[in-house]
Each structure stands twice: as structure tokens, then as C-alpha cells.
């Protein structure tokens, strides 16, 4: 079992608002990340992601941006991240985001038509988020080349099942009894 996956069977979890929601270091920033796990984590990615079309990273803030970094700096792919801040500069595209805990509008800069992308993200759970991230991506024009979450919280609602968005994960876990449960997961992250 990788280190990931280990990580999460400890993860504590809360009830928000009748969701259950797991406290973890990749999705939370709390407790501390050890920098051996997201350097597994950055290693799964690049093995798994179809890297060799990409020309940028599209992340949306905030805990997508440490990995998304991370896997910048190892591969020399250029960073974009989509803010919860508008700024108001040419072709900036707002869109409206909805989980299952919250609602906001978020900001695309610097993402334009032709730009060909990889969508990375902490987790995928209702989908509420990359849904309109990838949705918003393709109203500009950007290919998305490829779409990874780290973790997959399966159960429940997810926007993004039955439309043409795929997303590769790393580990697909449950919340079961108030503990994580890893339901499928690769030794190899591919």
C-alpha cells in the first residue's frame, strides 16, 4: 500500500452540514504535508497524465495549487490557477462553482482558445467543481488534453458522470461508518 493511500485510511473526519468529509493534508492542508507524499503523488501524476500535448496547467485554488506546482517545477510546464478573485484583466472568464458544501464564482485568466491543458485537481466529489472548470474551458476554446484528481470521493451525487469528461484519480475512496475505506486504488498510479 503507497503512502497515499495510507495517509487517507488515518484521515480524521467531520460531518458538514450531513456531509462526511475527510481531513487530509492533500485536500486540506492540515495536518502538515510530508513532503515524501506529495512527491508520490506528483510522480503518480506524471506517470498517469498525458503530458506530451500539454502546453499548460490549469488549477483551480486553492489546494489544487501545491500540486499543481509541485508537478510544474518537475515537468516545465507553466502554472495557471483559476481564483475565487476576479482582477478584471483581458479575457477574463468568470464561472460559477458548486459543490456539495459550498458556492462561488471563480476566475480563469490567461487560458485562451487552442491552449492545450491539463485540468489538475485535489478531489474529485460532486464533480460540482471541475464540471464548470471543465465546462468554462471548453467555452473558451482550450483542449483539454487531460484531467487528474488526486482522490475520488465515490458515492453520492457526481456532476460529472454520464457527460463526456473523464478524469483519471489516483485513489478512489468512501466514507463508511466515519472512517475512509479505499475502494480502488494502483499500486503503480497508472
Do not use: C
Not at 49 to 74: F, N, Q, W, Y
Amino acid at each position: 500500500m503507497d503512502q497515499l493511500e495510507r495517509s487517507l485510511l488515518e484521515a480524521p473526519i467531520i460531518e458538514k452540514e450531513g456531509y462526511q468529509y475527510f481531513v487530509h493534508p492533500i485536500s486540506d492542508g492540515v495536518p502538515k504535508l510530508d513532503p515524501g507524499l506529495l512527491r508520490e503523488i506528483v510522480i503518480r501524476i506524471i506517470r498517469k497524465a498525458r503530458l506530451e500535448e500539454v502546453d499548460k496547467i490549469v488549477t483551480p485554488a486553492a489546494m489544487g495549487i501545491h500540486i499543481s506546482t509541485a508537478v510544474s517545477l518537475m515537468t516545465d510546464i507553466p502554472l495557471t490557477v483559476i481564483r475565487k478573485r476576479e482582477y478584471g484583466l483581458d479575457g477574463e472568464v468568470a464561472i460559477a462553482q458548486r459543490t456539495g458544501y459550498s458556492e462561488n464564482e471563480m476566475y480563469i485568466n490567461d487560458v485562451r482558445e487552442d491552449d492545450r491543458v491539463l485540468v489538475l485537481d485535489d478531489v474529485l466529489s460532486t464533480g460540482g467543481t471541475l464540471a464548470a472548470v471543465l465546462d468554462a474551458l471548453g467555452d473558451i476554446g482550450a483542449e483539454v488534453v487531460d484531467t487528474v484528481a488526486v482522490i475520488k470521493k465515490v458515492g453520492g451525487e457526481n456532476r460529472l458522470e454520464g457527460t463526456d469528461h473523464d478524469v483519471k484519480t489516483l485513489v478512489d475512496v468512501d466514507v463508511v461508518d466515519g472512517e475512509v475505506v479505499i475502494v480502488d486504488g494502483t499500486e503503480d498510479g497508472v
